[in-house]
């Protein structure tokens, strides 16, 4: 590991060792890794950290957790205050009275939600929170529109993220695959996942940018089950209220939506409110 040709002073230490667990949330970090990058004694690595440590309480930015032992360290978990939880969903909400998103078969258009970066990352964040003490071993989506709201969620958890294929290529090598009942049209498709993507007895965290009939994430369910993996949540970013199929359990929408028309101005409007998550 490179370490520091100059000696750093205190301020300049501290400024390091924040960006450092900030970038690297739910990671165990060893107290050697700091101490050996300033050339620094551990007595005042430690006091540094106790600092840190402090300032990231008081302005909720996160904890840092002290774990003890041979194998023992920090890890910095993030947080997620609610001023910025209503300030994040009083956002996403006007925006969803913006523009045409009512699509064909009851949709609903989000694309330009979580094509926004900065969006994105605080769903991530925000969702990520929640879930951090469950131990999840990956984070699994189907493709396409959730990948990127999956990676954003697995990189605050600090593990692998998992796309399950509609279709598989030879660069997927063997595959387990299910079929499911998926659509308005109740169409029978089928996805299928690498033999190789997940370890028999992780749990996994599903995640999703829209749930209607909720036969994708059934069949997403079943998949994981055929891994001998446990799926210990769900989660998705906007729900319509219109669905109709067997209860999925334990699931959490941050968003739900229904679709109304409006008399007085002969037009469909989208309605939301905050769903499960915050329940």
Same mark, same amino acid.
């Given at each position: 590991? /490179?370490?520091?040709?100059? @000696?750093?002073k205190?301020?300049?230490?501290?400024?390091?060792?924040?960006?450092?667990?900030?970038? *690297?949330?739910?990671? =165990?970090?060893?107290?050697s890794?700091?101490s050996?990058?300033?050339?620094?004694?551990?007595?005042?690595?430690? %006091?540094?950290i106790?600092?840190?440590?402090?300032?990231?309480?008081?302005?909720?930015?996160?904890?840092?957790?002290?774990?003890?032992?041979?194998?023992? $360290?920090? &890890?910095?978990?993030?947080?997620?205050?609610?001023?910025?939880?209503?300030?994040?969903? +009083?956002?996403?909400?006007?925006?969803?009275?913006?523009?045409?998103?009512?699509?064909? $078969?009851?949709?609903?258009?989000?694309?330009?939600?979580?094509?926004?970066?900065?969006?994105? +990352?605080? !769903?991530?964040? =925000?969702? /990520?929170? #929640?879930?951090?003490?469950?131990?999840? +071993?990956?984070v699994?989506?189907?493709?396409?529109?959730? &990948?990127g709201?999956?990676? /954003?969620?697995? @990189?605050?958890l600090?593990?692998? *993220?998992?796309?399950?294929?509609?279709?598989?290529?030879?660069?997927?090598?063997?595959?387990i695959?299910?079929?499911?009942?998926? $659509?308005s *049209?109740q169409?029978?498709?089928?996805?299928?996942?690498?033999?190789?993507?997940? #370890? /028999?007895?992780?749990?996994?965290?599903?995640?999703? +940018?829209?749930?209607?009939?909720?036969?994708t994430? &059934?069949?997403?369910?079943?998949?994981?089950? %055929?891994?001998?993996?446990?799926?210990?949540? !769900?989660?998705?970013?906007?729900?319509?209220?219109?669905?109709?199929?067997?209860?999925?359990?334990?699931?959490?929408? =941050?968003? @739900?939506? %229904?679709?109304?028309?409006?008399?007085?101005?002969?037009?469909?409007?989208?309605?939301?409110? =905050?769903?499960?998550?915050?329940?």
């Amino acid at each position: 590991m /490179a370490t520091m040709s100059n @000696k750093m002073k205190r301020n300049q230490r501290i400024v390091y060792i924040s960006q450092y667990f900030v970038t *690297h949330p739910n990671e =165990l970090i060893g107290l050697s890794y700091f101490s050996d990058y300033f050339n620094s004694a551990k007595s005042s690595i430690s %006091e540094d950290i106790d600092f840190v440590r402090g300032i990231f309480e008081e302005t909720e930015i996160g904890v840092i957790e002290t774990i003890a032992g041979v194998q023992g $360290g920090m &890890i910095f978990r993030p947080a997620y205050s609610d001023v910025k939880t209503n300030e994040l969903m +009083d956002e996403i909400r006007q925006r969803l009275t913006e523009g045409k998103r009512i699509l064909p $078969g009851n949709y609903v258009y989000l694309a330009d939600l979580l094509q926004d970066p900065r969006l994105l +990352d605080n !769903i991530a964040k =925000l969702i /990520a929170v #929640k879930y951090q003490k469950e131990e999840i +071993d990956a984070v699994v989506t189907i493709e396409t529109k959730g &990948i990127g709201l999956c990676v /954003a969620v697995a @990189k605050y958890l600090n593990v692998p *993220h998992v796309v399950v294929r509609r279709s598989s290529s030879e660069m997927d090598g063997s595959t387990i695959s299910v079929n499911y009942v998926s $659509g308005s *049209h109740q169409r029978v498709s089928k996805m299928e996942l690498s033999k190789v993507s997940l #370890k /028999a007895g992780s749990k996994v965290l599903i995640i999703d +940018d829209f749930l209607r009939n909720g036969g994708t994430m &059934i069949g997403l369910m079943n998949l994981i089950e %055929e891994f001998d993996c446990k799926t210990v949540g !769900i989660c998705v970013f906007v729900e319509s209220t219109y669905r109709d199929h067997e209860p999925i359990p334990n699931y959490d929408s =941050l968003l @739900k939506v %229904e679709i109304v028309y409006n008399k007085e101005e002969s037009r469909f409007e989208l309605q939301s409110e =905050l769903g499960t998550f915050f329940e």
